[in-house]
């Protein structure tokens, strides 16, 4: 009798998979045909960004002081600021000088190729599916990280839904190289100090690809833990600090880890070898420093000058915490106010606060308050923070401008960057992007005759 209970049990279960699995192709297809009805209804444009004309070659001045000739090579690029519209699937050019949005480069020019591609491939199906509603909000994911290389003439992009990394051309917008990830979703980039490789994090493939800008060559790889996220490279460009950040998509948080929300973990990584020189669970840091109601999943980071001083965003924080890289211990936590009052299961991919910069001074935090809709300006000493309110809705990311003067902020809801000024700690410029803007990037556009 129980044998017989057993198996029907077992048959009823895998038919319900099997239902499941039918389901979701169906509405897979059904997702996918619409797409790509609409890439062959609306075919890849050229880049268009108003660029500022080459400077002209004229005679060398000598200096009335120093008695030194004057620079008089023209000028090759333009310094921009690019904005991954993350929805959209664009990348918006703003001009760094004006803060004044000069043009738009299309993040998805083989679009009808990769769909076709995806359409093709069972098991494709079902993962581009999975993207769009367990960590897209509903959405497909085309454009999530980017730089450009440092002459301005190709920008590197990280495509989630399409699982690879791209270099675009930005005069024409063709694809120069593709590079699939492991796995079915590329996600987080950094830029090597010397502008010749980026480090993608492979969201399921559970590890690290460092790529060669000019060739689309992987030169290396190392291991994460699960759902690998942040990449910072260290001013000398000798190490990778990383952080993965575990299932986001589970609605559960298991304090002491377990298989809920897998392997999170803190690493810093060799760039000369890719062998991990150190690696820690941020649940061991934070037990010992007595925050055992915190997660340990480190979201985005800041660190100071010396790169000694850590600023950590965990899963879940409306703050964020402060890590001593010598004593490899917490050393405070910062909390800022809660202004939401949804529950934590409707956070976004458990992300209360989610980007983090700080100023050249080392002295001052930027904080976007994601779910909160703020962006905090924390006074390290004094811990006292400035929120600045009512400029937008669910801030996604945060940097600093190469000036340490500024930091540029997302409104991923709001499809709006702000520019805010950390000594006057007020906005100074908003500027309309895409839909559902993301990263922010500093980087080049060549000057083409």
Known sequence: MIRKIITRTLRVLIALVVVAVIALQIMATSALNTLIEEARANPPLPPAVELSAPAETANAETDVETGAKADTEPKTTQEVIFVGN??????????????RKIGVIDG?????????????????????????????????????????????????????????????DT????????????????????????GKRVAVSASTGDRVHIIDIATGSEVGQFP???SPHENVYSKDGKEIFHASIGNVFSPFDVTGGGILKGRRVFQIVDTDSYEILESFDMRDKLDAAGFEDLSPA????????????????LSFLHG????????????????????TTLPRTSYVNDSAHHGIAINAAGTTVCDAGTMDDYVALVDLETEEATLLEGLGKKPYWVVTDKTGEHCFVSWSETDQVSVINYAEAREVARIDVGDHPQRVREGYLALRP
């Open 320 to 339: 964020f915490v402060e890590y001593d890289r010598a004593s490899g211990a917490i050393t405070r936590t910062i909390d800022l106010p809660k202004k």
């Open 86 to 99: 993350n929805w959209q699937g664009t990348i918006t050019v703003i001009a760094l000088d004006t803060y």
């Open 298 to 313: 480190v979201r985005p980071m800041a660190h100071t000058a010396d790169e000694q001083t850590f600023y950590f965003q």
């Open 171 to 194: 005069g024409t917008g063709d694809i120069i190289w593709r590079f699939p990830v492991s796995g079915s979703r590329a996600d987080h980039m950094a830029l090597s100090p010397d």
């Open 108 to 168: 998805t020019p083989d679009k009808l190729e990769r769909l076709e591609a995806i359409k093709d491939d069972f098991i494709g199906r079902v993962l581009f599916f999975g993207i769009r509603h367990l960590v897209g909000e509903g959405n497909d994911q085309f454009v999530d990280d980017m730089y450009s290389s440092l002459d301005g003439t190709r920008l590197v992009v990280s495509r989630p839904s399409f699982a690879d990394v791209v270099a675009i």
């Open 224 to 226: 994460s833990g699960d």
